[in-house]
């Protein structure tokens, strides 16, 4: 019924030193859903994800966002699958000396000209929506703060705002809440459902804690040695399949 | 064992020792610093200082014209020298050069740069387009290319690689990234780097006329080679007080850079 925004097909990463990270994955994400990829530490979460937007070129296999052939994108094909994909990082990976607000705009760089984006002329009607957006996680307050004066999980905020600025059809965070504290970690989980709900968004979420990803999920992915091990509702995931997927060998 | 060690070391050390203190005599009797001239010399420098003073200057609008010739030189100098060493930085560091091979070249390029010092590319460019400022804002400029591309290349490599993962994620051409993530993220860096480098430069800019480059430099050589030594008196604390002046210049610019950084990081 719903339509496909991602697909993959025996998609594997063999990086230069050898290490095998991903195997023949293989998978559909529909639009709207909200997917939790979980798995132990170097399981290939991330490395599945940078492959999604091409921040790591995949060895082997096929990606399809949208209808358009990923991996033989170039240039400014590339640029502009990867503006309908956002991301958010693990270290928030903002610019730490630019204001919060310029780093939402960031988000709009890919729909701008080279040397415009280049020489920060953000148009008035980007500059109210980072600021709307701001609004909508909660940091209005803090727009003209340069970014690194704000707290771990504000910072983490002002990722995802940053992302949305993108009005991307597919939101992607790896391990979001990985360094923050518990509370911080609560609330920027809250945020990031919610404004996927809000906008519909079809969202990937690697998250290494499962307790998270039953809450955030309607649908959770086990990766295990750049395999997939499990794919079904949280419901279907067992505190069995839990222990096979992180302790097991 | 260590006891052998620490004697093969002693004994290596001596051997050293023993070298230098060969070449060191050898020089000293090569170059005859121990000559009879440097007897009379007492005489001749009194007579020097008794020429200088009190320091004058002849034609006043001259030298500040040529003082002014300095300044501009060393301003002009760093100025092109930094716009190239920014552009060249970015293939020279190796996060964001297009190619590794790219970068090794580009890093020998300014290594080599960097190893012939400022005069000897003063009289390159004076031989390949004659005399005046031109050749000395040239040759300031790849001096301070050698340096400045160096520090701003390894700025750009000590740049945490995920702010360009993340703007490449939005999108971003690669101007954009160097233009909204990196240039941003070595501000401070590169401008305390720039400021030092323009300190280099105005020293240099002042002795660069000497082989005829344009500036001041050339004032003094005129000077001395009429024996008008009160001149050259005149013209060096005039140099001086520019040097002086420049200093205080970029000491307040600096200041201001740590305050901004300071006030930023509160
Ligand atoms: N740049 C790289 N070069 C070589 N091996 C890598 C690189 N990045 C990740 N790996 C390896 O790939 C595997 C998967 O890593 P990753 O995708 O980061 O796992 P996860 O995100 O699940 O912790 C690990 O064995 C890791 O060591
Ligand atoms: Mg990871």
């Known amino acids: ?249 | 064992m260590r006891p052998y060690i620490d004697k093969k070391n002693k004994m290596t050390q001596q051997i050293y020792l023993g070298l230098f203190i060969i070449f060191f005599i050898f020089s000293l009797l090569q170059v005859g610093i121990l000559d009879e001239r440097i007897f009379q010399a007492f005489s001749r420098v009194e007579n020097l200082l008794k020429g200088m003073v009190p320091p004058a200057i002849s034609e006043p609008i001259d030298v500040a014209g040529a003082a002014v010739e300095s300044l501009q030189v060393a301003v002009m100098g760093t100025l092109w020298g930094v716009v190239f060493s920014i552009v060249l930085a970015m293939f020279a560091a190796k996060n964001v050069s297009p190619h590794i091979s790219i970068s090794y070249a580009v890093k020998a390029f300014a290594a080599f740069v960097r190893a012939v010092p400022a005069l000897i590319w003063a009289l390159l460019f004076i031989v390949a387009i004659g005399l005046g400022p031109t050749p000395g804002i040239l040759a300031l400029a790849v001096n301070s290319i050698g340096m400045l591309m160096k520090v701003y290349a390894e700025a750009i490599e000590e740049i945490d690689t995920g702010i360009i993962d993340a703007l490449k994620a939005t999108g971003a051409s690669q101007f954009q990234v160097v233009m909204q993530g990196i240039i941003p993220s070595i501000m401070s860096i590169f401008i305390s780097w720039s400021i030092f480098r323009f300190d280099i430069n105005i020293r240099y800019a002042a002795v660069l006329g000497v082989v005829g480059a344009g500036g001041i430099g050339w004032e003094l050589v005129r000077a001395s080679r009429v024996m008008a030594y009160d001149e050259v008196l005149g013209i060096t604390l005039v140099i001086f007080g520019m040097i002086l002046l420049a200093e205080l210049v970029t000491r307040f610019l600096k200041d201001r850079a740590d305050m901004a950084t300071l006030k930023a990081m509160e």
Request: aromatic share 6%.
């Open chain 1, 1 to 249: 019924m719903s339509e496909v925004v991602l697909e993959t097909k025996d998609l594997s990463m063999v990086f230069p030193d050898g290490t095998q990270a991903l195997k023949n994955v293989t998978l559909t994400i529909k639009k709207g859903e909200l997917v939790s990829i979980i798995g132990p530490s170097g399981a290939g979460k991330s490395t599945f994800m940078r492959s999604l937007n091409m921040l790591n070129k995949p060895t082997d296999g096929q990606i399809v966002f949208e209808g358009e052939n990923v991996l033989k994108a170039r240039g400014k094909q590339l640029r502009q699958i990867r503006r309908r994909i956002g991301m958010v990082f693990q270290h928030f990976n903002l610019i730490k000396r630019s204001p919060t607000y310029q780093n939402v705009l960031h988000g709009r760089l890919g729909y701008m000209p080279s040397l415009k984006g280049g020489l920060g002329r953000f148009s008035e009607e980007d500059t109210r929506q980072a600021l709307e957006i701001l609004r909508r996680v909660g940091l209005e307050d803090q727009a003209f703060k340069r970014a690194d004066e704000l707290s771990g999980g504000q910072q983490q905020r002002v990722g995802i705002a940053r992302a949305i600025a993108q009005t991307p059809s597919l939101l992607l965070a790896d391990e979001p809440i990985a360094s923050l504290d518990p509370s911080s970690s609560e609330n920027v989980m809250t945020y990031l459902k919610n404004v996927c709900q809000e906008d519909g968004l079809t969202s990937i979420v690697n998250l290494h804690q499962v307790d998270f990803a039953k809450k955030f999920a309607h649908r959770i992915i086990g990766i295990k040695a750049g395999e997939v091990v499990f794919d079904g509702s949280p419901k279907e995931l067992t505190e069995g399949i839990t222990n096979h997927l992180y302790y097991s060998k």
